[in-house]
């Protein structure tokens, strides 16, 4: 076992971390603010190659393993989040999904353009459309329809909360075609988002990462040709947990960045601020405090660095990955809300960017499936 990370591995997170405060950081709190979408930000982080860090460079992407896009992820969410989701949702649904299922028109013609994040000069990316009004954790329960007509389906319904609803050119929408065969009769579509019947519709106002831009999206009578449904009739479920299993891994990177930041700067603000005639960091409460807080962190990078190892090593990485996403997210959310609590009454003001980590913690205990959910994914296979 070694638990040292290789040159190769220091540099990429280096780079990532040079990207995040150089790139990141001016305008965060504004566009947190103003919820806007960090389109400037995407398009660098695709040009550094990261909006397809894993795929195979002969479909546009970085050929990185999966420990790398777990340090990236740390270092970009320790600045800000509404970037990261927008790289993980690209990343390891879409592009992985694609990349693993998908036929080799489906990935010249989808997968380059999303690994390049680009497409003729053009900001080009993706989203996955599984949950619903009605259908979140309970996600075979889809009402979308994908009727099949013979050379195409027929798509109508609702998706509720989609990540890059309005920024993606590209859906990967999963949707009922047989109900009498369940979590079988469910397809995985390819759907571009300018085709007629597509309508993006409510911007969410959100709690955390607002920058990120979350929507809902209608289908009305959207045609779907038959070639852009990824793998066998009736793949589409096995197609939505097999891609959200990677998926959490990086939800996960993610958590563990927003507590690691909120930890430094936890420990920074403790080195400047004085109470009772010395620095709180002098006070054993401040000390226990952020002793639990790099506890905490340093297993959480573990579970996510196992998992994505396991993943690079193509083992069964379902349970390692619900592990990194359920003890992540929670240390996330715990991590900040003390962090925000060494700092005291500042902790409660925007400009010292804690008080929206603990905001942007809280989703990343919901989406890619709910903490309840990593805990039955988790149980299940213990007691199988
Ligand atoms: N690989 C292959 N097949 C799988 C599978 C996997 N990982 N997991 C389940 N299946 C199969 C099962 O074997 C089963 O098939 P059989 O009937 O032949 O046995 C079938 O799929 C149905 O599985 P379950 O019976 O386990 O289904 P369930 O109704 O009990 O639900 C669940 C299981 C784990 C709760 C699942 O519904 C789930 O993961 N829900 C959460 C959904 C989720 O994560 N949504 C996130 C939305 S995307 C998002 O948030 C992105 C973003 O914007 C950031």
């Given at each position: 076992?070694?638990?040292?990370?290789?040159?190769?591995?220091?540099?990429?997170?280096?780079?990532?971390?040079?990207?995040?405060?150089?790139?990141?950081?001016?305008?965060?709190?504004?566009?947190?603010?103003?919820?806007?979408?960090?389109?400037?930000?995407?398009?660098?982080?695709?040009?550094?190659?990261?909006?397809?860090?894993?795929?195979?460079?002969?479909?546009?992407?970085?050929?990185?393993?999966?420990?790398?896009?777990?340090?990236?992820?740390?270092?970009?969410?320790?600045?800000?989040?509404?970037?990261?989701?927008?790289?993980?949702?690209?990343?390891?649904?879409?592009?992985?999904?694609?990349?693993?299922?998908?036929?080799?028109?489906?990935?010249?013609?989808?997968?380059?353009?999303?690994?390049?994040?680009?497409?003729?000069?053009?900001?080009?990316?993706?989203?996955?459309?599984?949950?619903?009004?009605?259908?979140?954790?309970?996600?075979?329960?889809?009402?979308?329809?994908?009727?099949?007509?013979?050379?195409?389906?027929?798509?109508?319904?609702?998706?509720?909360?989609?990540?890059?609803?309005?920024?993606?050119?590209?859906?990967?929408?999963?949707?009922?075609?047989?109900?009498?065969?369940?979590?079988?009769?469910?397809?995985?579509?390819?759907?571009?988002?300018?085709?007629?019947?597509?309508?993006?519709?409510?911007?969410?106002?959100?709690?955390?990462?607002?920058?990120?831009?979350?929507?809902?999206?209608?289908?009305?009578?959207?045609?779907?040709?038959?070639?852009?449904?990824?793998?066998?009739?009736?793949?589409?479920?096995?197609?939505?947990?097999?891609?959200?299993?990677?998926?959490?891994?990086?939800?996960?990177?993610?958590?563990?960045?927003?507590?690691?930041?909120?930890?430094?700067?936890?420990?920074?603000?403790?080195?400047?601020?004085?109470?009772?005639?010395?620095?709180?960091?002098?006070?054993q409460v401040i000390q226990f405090?952020?002793?639990?807080?790099?506890?905490?962190?340093?297993?959480?990078?573990?579970?996510?660095?196992?998992?994505?190892?396991?993943?690079?090593?193509?083992?069964?990485?379902?349970?390692?990955?619900?592990?990194?996403?359920?003890?992540?997210?929670?240390?996330?959310?715990w991590t900040a809300i003390e962090?925000?609590?060494?700092?005291?009454?500042?902790?409660?003001?925007?400009?010292?960017?804690?008080?929206?980590?603990?905001?942007?913690?809280?989703?990343t205990q919901i989406y890619e499936?709910?903490?309840?959910?990593?805990?039955?994914?988790?149980?299940?296979?213990?007691?199988?």
């Amino acid at each position: 076992m070694n638990f040292e990370l290789s040159e190769e591995h220091l540099m990429i997170r280096q780079a990532a971390r040079d990207f995040a405060v150089n790139e990141c950081l001016p305008g965060v709190i504004e566009r947190d603010e103003q919820q806007k979408f960090p389109k400037e930000q995407i398009i660098k982080l695709a040009e550094l190659g990261f909006m397809g860090m894993m795929v195979d460079p002969k479909y546009g992407g970085s050929g990185m393993d999966t420990i790398s896009y777990v340090l990236a992820m740390e270092e970009i969410s320790k600045i800000d989040a509404s970037v990261s989701v927008c790289m993980s949702v690209n990343n390891s649904l879409v592009c992985w999904g694609l990349e693993a299922y998908g036929t080799e028109e489906q990935k010249q013609k989808y997968l380059t353009p999303a690994a390049q994040g680009q497409k003729d000069g053009q900001l080009y990316i993706g989203a996955f459309l599984l949950s619903e009004p009605e259908a979140g954790s309970d996600a075979t329960s889809q009402r979308t329809t994908a009727e099949d007509k013979g050379d195409h389906y027929l798509l109508n319904g609702t998706k509720n909360w989609i990540t890059n609803g309005s920024s993606a050119s590209v859906y990967l929408v999963m949707a009922q075609t047989d109900v009498s065969k369940g979590s079988h009769g469910i397809n995985t579509l390819i759907v571009e988002k300018n085709w007629p019947g597509v309508t993006v519709s409510v911007k969410e106002n959100k709690l955390g990462i607002r920058g990120s831009d979350t929507h809902s999206i209608l289908f009305t009578d959207v045609k779907v040709p038959k070639e852009n449904r990824v793998g066998e009739d009736g793949f589409g479920f096995a197609f939505a947990m097999k891609t959200l299993a990677g998926g959490r891994i990086g939800i996960a990177s993610q958590a563990l960045g927003i507590a690691s930041g909120a930890f430094e700067m936890a420990v920074k603000y403790s080195k400047e601020r004085k109470a009772f005639g010395k620095e709180i960091r002098h006070h054993q409460v401040i000390q226990f405090k952020l002793a639990d807080m790099a506890t905490k962190i340093e297993a959480a990078r573990l579970l996510c660095l196992k998992a994505a190892w396991e993943k690079d090593h193509a083992k069964d990485y379902t349970v390692s990955s619900s592990m990194a996403k359920v003890f992540s997210s929670e240390t996330a959310m715990w991590t900040a809300i003390e962090a925000v609590q060494v700092h005291g009454g500042y902790g409660f003001v925007k400009e010292y960017h804690v008080e929206r980590l603990m905001r942007d913690a809280k989703i990343t205990q919901i989406y890619e499936g709910t903490s309840e959910v990593q805990r039955i994914v988790i149980g299940r296979a213990i007691l199988k």
